[in-house]
């Protein structure tokens, strides 16, 4: 699922080519990635683009006269950069939004279609898809513990939770934990001042971190490559490969749908974190769904 640091280079890469722009068409080859109807999907046509914005894992388009359009890429949903008015692939192809500059298509890989569109007459109808979660980039180290320690849930959920943070999912949420030497089932209520501490640098270094190296690999070229499983990662997706600190091999828990990697030498003082002996643990705090880990 793409998170915050694909979504800021996806909109980066957007303002560059269509702010300012105007929408000269939209088409739609799967109807269910249509989430409302009123307005209707080609409201938009002939109108500019007036801004770009990110609500947690969504991107907004802002056009004049005011109309919002947001994408919620969910799991497999991608974005294309094409030439003008190519055809939306058969099998992967959802929907295009047409600009004379190029056309920006909506893809996703898989049989499950969880990508949307939602089309609103005002901010409001945006706003009641925020899931209330505070910027992890901009909160401020009181902010922060006070959100942190809110609700007493085990780490890895707590930064997933889109109520309580904005567009942290599974991938950096992984990369987080490893680099605050944190264990992803410990809960918040038992956080230190220093872990609080330790662990809002880990969030601002680790996703500033991604969001440049992204920029930099992209070097003004539309972002083809978003994955939650990159090659330099430390441990999301690595499972039985080296930690790059210690150089024990990376574990892993597995909960219905959901895989959590970490280091047990770095992180759980080199215990392993057995499925079994947390499966009441996690039935209560983890969503069996991906789902219901976006929507909570």
Same mark, same amino acid.
């Given at each position: 699922?793409?998170?915050?640091?694909?979504?800021?280079?996806?909109?980066?890469?957007?303002?560059?080519?269509?702010?300012?722009?105007?929408?000269?068409?939209?088409?739609?080859?799967?109807? !269910?990635?249509?989430?409302?109807?009123?307005?209707?999907?080609?409201?938009?046509?002939?109108?500019?683009?007036?801004?770009? /914005?990110?609500?947690?894992?969504?991107?907004? +388009?802002?056009?004049?006269?005011?109309?919002?359009?947001?994408? /919620?890429?969910?799991?497999?949903?991608?974005?294309?950069?094409?030439?003008?008015?190519?055809?939306?692939?058969?099998?992967?192809?959802?929907?295009?939004?047409?600009? $004379?500059?190029? !056309? *920006?298509?909506?893809?996703?890989?898989?049989? /499950?279609?969880?990508?949307?569109?939602?089309?609103?007459?005002?901010? $409001?109808?945006?706003?009641?898809?925020?899931?209330?979660?505070?910027?992890?980039?901009?909160?401020?180290?009181?902010?922060?513990?006070?959100?942190?320690?809110?609700?007493?849930?085990?780490?890895?959920?707590?930064?997933? $939770?889109?109520?309580?943070?904005?567009?942290?999912?599974?991938?950096?949420? $992984?990369?987080? *934990?490893?680099?605050?030497?944190?264990?992803?089932?410990?809960?918040?209520?038992?956080?230190?001042?220093?872990?609080?501490?330790?662990? &809002?640098?880990?969030?601002?270094?680790?996703?500033?971190?991604?969001?440049?190296?992204?920029?930099?690999?992209?070097?003004?070229?539309?972002?083809?490559?978003?994955?939650? +499983? &990159?090659?330099?990662?430390?441990? /999301?997706?690595?499972?039985?490969?080296?930690?790059?600190?210690?150089?024990?091999?990376?574990?892993?828990?597995?909960?219905?749908?959901?895989?959590?990697?970490?280091?047990?030498?770095?992180?759980?003082?080199?215990? *392993?974190?057995?499925?079994?002996?947390? !499966? &009441?643990?996690?039935?209560?705090?983890?969503?069996?769904?991906?789902?219901?880990?976006?929507?909570?």
């Amino acid at each position: 699922m793409p998170e915050l640091p694909d979504i800021v280079v996806y909109l980066e890469a957007l303002s560059a080519r269509v702010r300012g722009r105007a929408l000269s068409g939209v088409r739609v080859s799967s109807p !269910s990635v249509l989430r409302t109807f009123d307005p209707p999907y080609d409201a938009p046509a002939g109108s500019t683009v007036e801004d770009l /914005h990110r609500v947690g894992k969504r991107i907004v +388009f802002e056009f004049d006269p005011e109309m919002y359009m947001v994408i /919620h890429l969910m799991v497999a949903g991608r974005l294309r950069w094409e030439p003008p008015r190519k055809p939306i692939p058969k099998k992967v192809g959802l929907a295009a939004l047409d600009f $004379d500059e190029g !056309s *920006l298509i909506l893809t996703e890989q898989g049989t /499950h279609k969880r990508a949307g569109i939602w089309l609103f007459s005002s901010w $409001d109808g945006v706003a009641g898809l925020d899931r209330g979660g505070v910027e992890p980039l901009e909160a401020s180290e009181a902010e922060f513990a006070d959100v942190i320690r809110r609700e007493n849930r085990t780490l890895k959920r707590a930064l997933t $939770d889109p109520r309580i943070f904005s567009g942290i999912g599974n991938s950096y949420s $992984d990369e987080i *934990l490893w680099k605050a030497q944190l264990s992803p089932v410990k809960r918040t209520a038992q956080l230190t001042d220093d872990e609080v501490t330790r662990l &809002r640098r880990a969030v601002i270094e680790s996703l500033q971190e991604w969001t440049d190296r992204m920029r930099d690999e992209l070097e003004g070229e539309w972002p083809k490559k978003v994955t939650a +499983f &990159r090659p330099d990662m430390a441990v /999301h997706g690595k499972y039985g490969e080296a930690c790059p600190r210690c150089g024990s091999p990376v574990q892993r828990i597995v909960y219905a749908s959901n895989e959590t990697n970490y280091c047990a030498t770095c992180q759980t003082e080199g215990k *392993l974190l057995a499925d079994r002996s947390l !499966s &009441r643990l996690l039935k209560d705090d983890w969503p069996k769904t991906l789902e219901e880990l976006e929507e909570a």
